[in-house]
């Protein structure tokens, strides 16, 4: 779940046009879904090679689309990335590691966009935050969240203020 303040602060304001051209073209949640899934996104927004290129790409934040959407639905949707990750990595998930594990990833990374989420996604499915034991571990993906947000962060300290503008 995303953490106390951070969508009633978002929800003082109007969508940005980023929310409002995704309600636009999505108006229906399950159509979002259907249309943003792993391997859609993975594939649509593979030229952001690292942290830095995902972060300057403007994409709609995690938050916005709750916001959009509604944070169950975003929690559905990560649900579902959750279990793609698990078939390509050929182990089992049950319905609530994949619940849990997506209110989570919510929690933890509400302020990535749809580009960083998808690199994220993708470093996990390469290994890069470690292996999974032919099963799955929620833990695992939680830390690599957090080691995203770090590496996130340390490019984000080298900018000059101002160069990119993040919504709150």
Excluded: H
């Excluded at 944070?71 to 279990?83: C, H």
């Excluded at 997506?102 to 749809?114: G, H, P, Q, S, V």
């Excluded at 998808?118 to 034991?133: A, D, I, R």
Aim: proline share 2%; aromatic share 14%; with cysteine.
């Amino acid at each position: 779940m995303i953490p106390q303040g951070a969508l009633s602060k978002q929800s003082s304001v109007e969508l940005s046009s980023a929310g409002e051209a995704m309600i636009k073209a999505y108006p229906d949640g399950k159509k979002f879904i259907v249309q943003f899934n792993m391997d859609y996104c993975i594939d649509r927004y593979s030229y952001y090679k690292s942290a830095l290129d995902a972060l300057k790409s403007g994409k709609i934040q995690l938050l916005e689309l709750s916001k959009c959407y509604g944070e169950s639905l975003i929690i559905y949707w990560l649900q579902a990335w959750l279990i793609t990750l698990a078939g390509y990595m050929n182990f089992e998930i049950n319905e609530s590691q994949s619940k849990k594990t997506a209110m989570f990833i919510l929690e933890e990374c509400y302020m990535l966009n749809l580009a960083e989420i998808s690199l994220l996604f993708k470093k996990l499915m390469k290994g890069y935050y470690g292996q999974f034991f032919n099963k799955f571990n929620g833990q695992i993906i939680i830390r690599a969240c957090r080691e995203y947000r770090q590496e996130r962060g340390k490019q984000l300290a080298k900018l000059p203020n101002g160069q990119i503008k993040l919504n709150p």
